[in-house]
């Protein structure tokens, strides 16, 4: 198994991406890697090249970039090569730090989506307070506009997911809404909700409301793109404003507080473990033929290394194909 | 002025309501009360009946009521007849602690809606880290459904509170959206921003993100109310789950902890007062012929004293009539 990672997304790479990557190939020996990137700067972090390739490229796609002109433009970047060399099969999956937007497009444009999903969806690892398996959430802005069937689609793919990767028995899978009550939402959510209640092969546990994200009430949970990313920055949002106000108010307040807070550091240490999801790996855009996965710019070598695990689950287990042969087989059945 | 008073709807009602009431009443010696709920209990508590006078009613809406139904078979509960003696102008603003949906819906089928204005919003008062005024955001969720005109009215109305009553000089309007440049959004918050961006009477600056409602980017926020209710919930969510696992980290690790605890508290009080919005009153319901304010169930006696203020505020300035003068002249122009 092969994985194709792009070796200079991210805030530190390559140096962090070359670390996680070889420590990742220390684990487990049947997978290879090929780096796409500036080939000088990755030989001067990689300590030893057993099972990983450097091709190298001089483009790179920024942050600030405009997601579709820069895959079209920036031809020899090595997100573009890196998804290229996944559409020719040279590589199995593609692996990115890079411009979220710019792997979005990466990923349809170039590694292709599933014939029988309508559209990818983006679906992330959000920290849970009762498991460290945390929660699924998709679609979190990979489509602004979506279908019920689209959700429907999600629903499947989550499941599947869940079950391969994180090893959850019949996952427990949700639609996010603005209620919990069954006849609750507007016309998408409604219909998703009468979808979902259908779709035998998953285990629908009905509505959950955006305040329940973070209290282990599911798996899976199924949203609009729209309603998704708001909810995520939300939560997200919160939480950075209230650490930090946490921090300001241990910090600020005098050398007695000061000392206090170092007190009680080592158990304040633990609200930040809950919300380290670097073990749950990288966001998954799933609907594609080979799975294609961000890690956040800040990503650190713990997390790079659990994300390579994450896709590695993802191709032991077939799970991108699982999704392929569950929809034929539905669309056989209509 | 003459406010209705739904005595029986929270958690702690008629206790706190009474001691709330009686508190605006010494304040503001230009207001008079009427308290619709159960004579004894409410006699219990009120200590001097001066500006106040009690209407007895025996039902009353439970939390767990469905909304539109409780409305019409429980003519005699106290948020029923509260809302109808404004209708029938002996009253001049509604105020409850009782079911949100309950509420709007007397609102909506008893109080009335401004002609020019097609559905109400729901508008609560978010706390921000930069201002003790906060933020105001609706439709937090009065509306599954929403077209780009109704935000556009919700803008103006929205615009017009913050300037009487936060008496903020043209207040920043905001579109709760999917990124910050002008192109994004679905359909919907794309024609919004279209008609935002062209309504003269608002200080329109564009898109926020969900991760910012409470950076104090804007002062008032704009949003379709199933997005605005994920935004809220999810919001308040990770607050509450947060907070909760700070008090744990502190209290369940040791004496030793506790005692480090102890010396930050003071410290760690500024992030409670923070997210404390009970001067900001409780959240309103724009676009009815009269004001229509619901406080929390769990409403304290300050905070139902700064919603008589908040109520005070919009009826000295004549804030409902003022959206309606302002649509009346708009759609002339047209």
Do not use: C
């Not at 679609?139 to 069937?149: I, L, P, R, S, Y």
């Amino acid at each position: 198994m092969k994985i194709a990672v792009d070796a200079m997304g991210g805030d530190n790479a390559p140096q962090v991406v070359v670390e996680g990557i070889e420590k990742a190939r220390d684990e487990w020996s049947d997978l290879e890697f090929v780096l796409y990137g500036d080939e000088e700067q990755i030989k001067k972090y990689l300590k030893d090249s057993k099972n990983i390739t450097i091709v190298h490229t001089d483009e790179e796609i920024l942050g600030t970039d405009e997601p579709v002109k820069a895959i079209r433009s920036k031809k020899n970047s090595s997100m573009v090569r890196a998804a290229k060399s996944v559409k020719d099969g040279e590589t199995d999956a593609l692996f990115s730090l890079g411009n979220t937007g710019a792997l979005l497009a990466a990923g349809i444009f170039i590694v292709g989506r599933i014939k029988q999903v309508d559209r990818p969806a983006l679906m992330p690892t959000l920290p849970v307070t009762n498991s460290p398996l945390g929660v699924n959430i998709l679609d979190v802005g990979a489509n602004a506009e979506a279908k019920a069937t689209y959700l429907q689609q999600w629903a499947v793919m989550g499941s599947i997911y869940a079950t391969d990767v994180k090893q959850i028995k019949e996952p427990r899978v949700a639609l996010l809404n603005n209620g919990t009550e069954e006849d609750k939402g507007d016309t998408l959510h409604k219909e998703a909700f009468d979808l979902l209640k259908n779709t035998e092969e998953i285990n629908f546990i009905g509505n959950v409301e955006s305040g329940d994200l973070l209290a282990g009430v599911a798996d899976v949970i199924v949203t609009d793109g729209f309603t998704g990313n708001a909810a995520l920055k939300a939560t997200e949002g919160t939480a950075t404003i209230l650490l930090k106000e946490l921090k300001k108010a241990l910090m600020d307040n005098g050398i007695f507080t000061k000392l206090g807070a170092a007190i009680v550091a080592p158990s304040l240490k633990g609200i930040k473990d809950m919300f380290d999801t670097s073990r749950a790996g990288g966001a998954v855009l799933l609907g594609l033929k080979s799975p294609v996965i961000k890690a956040h710019g800040a990503a650190n070598v713990e997390t790079i290394f659990y994300t390579v695990k994450q896709i590695y689950d993802m191709l032991l287990n077939d799970t991108v194909n699982k999704a392929n042969t569950y929809f034929e087989k539905m669309n056989k059945e209509k």
